[in-house]
């Protein structure tokens, strides 16, 4: 059964930052593409970054590029992705997903993946 098991939020001021881990069980994570989202309340679930099967290659939306930095330790079996000058319109809950037949063009579309964390709540506010 598979399991993705995201941790490491939390409430940080504006400015600050945040590593957040994805641990997989139940899946070998390198043939997967591995993927973050986030939900704002009200809002519809967006694709923050990811990373396409083995090529490595990240892919970021553009909200995030030059502040968000997704990678992997396929040893541990788990993603990250660090968050650096977090501002108040990043609060959300952050999910991890996977799935291992998606294409590169359906890469930020949620209902392409398979499979998803419970969430971890970002809050960013002074």
């Known amino acids: 059964q598979v399991h993705l098991a995201e941790s490491g939020g939390g409430l940080v001021p504006p400015g600050g930052s945040l590593r957040l881990s994805c641990e997989a069980s139940?899946?070998?994570?390198?043939?997967?593409?591995m993927a973050w989202f986030r939900q704002a309340p009200g809002g519809e679930r967006e694709f923050v970054a990811g990373?396409?099967?083995?090529?490595?290659?990240?892919y970021y939306t553009k909200s995030v590029e030059g502040r968000f930095t997704m990678s992997k330790d396929n040893a541990k079996n788990t993603v990250y992705l660090q968050m650096n000058s977090l501002k108040t319109e990043d609060t959300a809950v952050y999910y991890c997903a996977a799935d291992r037949g998606l294409i590169l063009s359906s890469l930020r579309v949620p209902a392409q993946y398979d499979f998803w964390g419970q969430g971890t709540q970002v809050t960013v506010s002074s």
């Open positions: 139940g899946l070998t994570i390198n043939p997967y593409t």
């Open positions: 990373v396409f099967r083995s090529y490595g290659r990240t």
